[in-house]
């Protein structure tokens, strides 16, 4: 099969098993180039372990501190006709590498949100791990299916409190237009944090401990955004933003819970990145493009494996680390400090439909979007036919 990017909208619907798999290289070769990392975790449990900030926090945890990885995704394999999703090839790309290592690593294929896939990574724990010393939150879903009542919770994208316009940039259209968004109601708010907020991280710790499969000292850390001004009404004073309050809120609660085995549980907040999730949110395209450019001119810009690896190696993983007033572990430092923010706001301002690819780093923005899907990688012929039923 020769396949190109098929993108519609916010979504590519195909993906590139060899783009996938320079991808993974290229991730696990920079943490392999930072030399011994000394201690770190060394049976690692990633949920949500096949793209983005997940798959980054896997390879970090295996190449630089030679852990054992279970990870759980919720991936489409191929078929005669369709591609797999990129995050089905990364893993693929993983468990080969990993292999060839002699690294221990095992996926498991599910909704992680369900009762059955805990009881299968705990069994998963029991036969070939022992227990777990590490535990990262890193699900990212639209909707989740509570596993005790069976009620399915579908998360909004609303300010909270009043309408909102703004700017945005339709990719699609490749148009800088307005957009109005009219305010949550209160069952808004409540579906988007139950999917979004910290219920289910809750629900895995307890599982986890009940089993007895943690381990005592065992850190755990859910990632979330936090962002600045220019992104506070979609993502603080927002049905987003009531979802991250209730992380903040499960933070205490399972370190109170667990104190006798002397969990450390943080909310780790990254910076603003390309993803599948935020090409869909308004605004985020927009400021991304922009931030990209101030801080690729600036020489602070970080992709995602080396905001991982920063967080592993300076926060996450040192005794005592540096955390804000709500004690988060903060990475995004280099995107929300005054300057940068300043510099962003100013273009912000400026940026029309005239001129929006002078102001902006659009390309770089577009690339990585084609890039979350194995597409527009160096030494990769995407005009020659691949095996796209690659299996793990």
Request: charge should be negative; charged fraction near 25%; hydrophobic fraction near 35%.
């Amino acid at each position: 099969m020769v396949i190109q990017p098929k993108v519609r909208g916010f979504i590519c619907t195909n993906a590139h098993p060899q783009g996938c798999a320079v991808s993974v290289q290229e991730q696990i070769e920079y943490v392999q180039k930072q030399g011994n990392l000394g201690d770190g975790p060394k049976r690692v449990l990633v949920l949500g372990c096949s793209t983005g900030y997940g798959l980054a926090s896997r390879i970090v945890s295996a190449y630089g501190y030679g852990a054992q990885t279970l990870g759980v995704c919720f991936e489409k394999p191929p078929s005669e006709r369709k591609t797999a999703t990129a995050g089905w090839y990364n893993t693929a790309a993983f468990h080969q590498k990993a292999a060839d290592a002699d690294l221990y690593a095992k996926t498991i294929n599910g909704d992680a949100f369900s009762n059955e896939i805990k009881e299968e990574v705990i069994t998963a724990i029991k036969a070939d791990l022992g227990q777990v010393d590490m535990v990262i939150y890193s699900l990212a879903s639209p909707r989740r299916t509570d596993p005790n009542t069976g009620e399915v919770y579908k998360s909004t994208l609303k300010p909270v409190g009043g309408t909102y316009t703004t700017k945005t940039y339709d990719t699609d259209k490749d148009l800088i237009h307005e957009v109005t968004l009219e305010p949550a109601n209160d069952e808004e708010i409540f579906n988007t944090v139950k999917v979004m907020g910290g219920e289910d991280w809750e629900m895995w710790m307890s599982a986890l401990a009940d089993a007895g499969v943690l381990a005592q000292g065992c850190k755990t850390t859910s990632y979330t955004y936090i962002g600045k001004e220019l992104t506070w009404p979609i993502y603080g004073q927002a049905t987003i933003g009531k979802a991250k309050e209730d992380l903040d809120r499960a933070v205490k609660a399972i370190n109170n819970k667990y104190a006798d085995l002397n969990v450390q549980a943080y909310v780790s907040s990254l910076k603003a990145m390309v993803t599948q999730a935020a090409s869909a949110i308004p605004v985020m395209p927009l400021y991304i493009s922009l931030i990209y450019k101030v801080m690729k001119e600036e020489g602070t810009h970080e992709n995602c494996i080396e905001q991982i690896f920063g967080l592993f190696t300076e926060k996450l993983l040192v005794a005592d680390p540096e955390t804000d007033e709500a004690n988060r572990l903060r990475m995004d430092g280099k995107e929300t400090n005054d300057a940068t923010q300043a510099k962003i706001k100013a273009l912000w301002d400026q940026v029309t439909q005239d001129n929006f690819h002078q102001l902006s780093d659009y390309a770089g923005y577009h690339q990585e979007f084609l890039r979350l899907f194995g597409f527009d990688f160096a030494g990769v012929d995407y005009d020659a036919e691949v095996e796209h039923q690659v299996q793990w």
